[in-house]
């Protein structure tokens, strides 16, 4: 058998064909959901899957404001930020963040588990939270993904 005549695939950026996808957020569990979002938007479901390109598809989360958090995460997780000057540093709870701006927990979960890099950014823009069961996407005729 000869096994240099087999080539691997690798995909380039002008053959990725891209698909919607709409998840219902409603009552999963927000570490599980948003590892399932991240594997759609690096492309990882796809056979043609190739590090160096993007190659996933759009995701649009609705219900972002129901989801929840397994244990004692909603009082005890704490989202910190920091404006770079002394005594900057800002902490919520979750249940905090989830009153205030419940998009922001599903986007911060998703945007940790994709590449640090330019790559990783270009992927992230691809992800669309909303609360409530309404979007403004309806003319790409996204498919439901279950999770």
């Known amino acids: ?42 492309g990882k479901h796809k056979p043609s899957f190739t590090p160096h390109v993007d190659t996933g598809d759009y995701v649009i989360v609705i219900n972002a404001e129901k989801v929840r958090f397994s244990g004692q995460k909603m009082q005890q997780k704490i989202y910190q930020r920091y404006s770079g000057y002394p005594g900057g540093q800002k902490e919520r709870t979750a249940a905090e963040l989830l009153a205030k701006k419940p998009t922001d927990i599903i986007e911060k979960a998703v945007r940790g588990m994709l590449p640090k890099n330019r790559l990783g950014r270009q992927m992230f823009k691809k992800l669309y939270v909303y609360t409530g069961s309404e979007h403004p996407h309806a003319a790409q005729q996204p498919k439901e993904l279950n999770i």
Do not use: H, N, P
């Open 1 to 42: 058998m000869d096994t240099l005549s087999y080539k691997t695939a690798s995909a380039k950026k002008s053959e990725v064909e891209r698909q919607w996808f709409v998840v219902d957020a409603q009552s999963d569990v927000v570490g599980r959901l948003c590892t399932k979002i991240a594997t759609v938007l690096r």
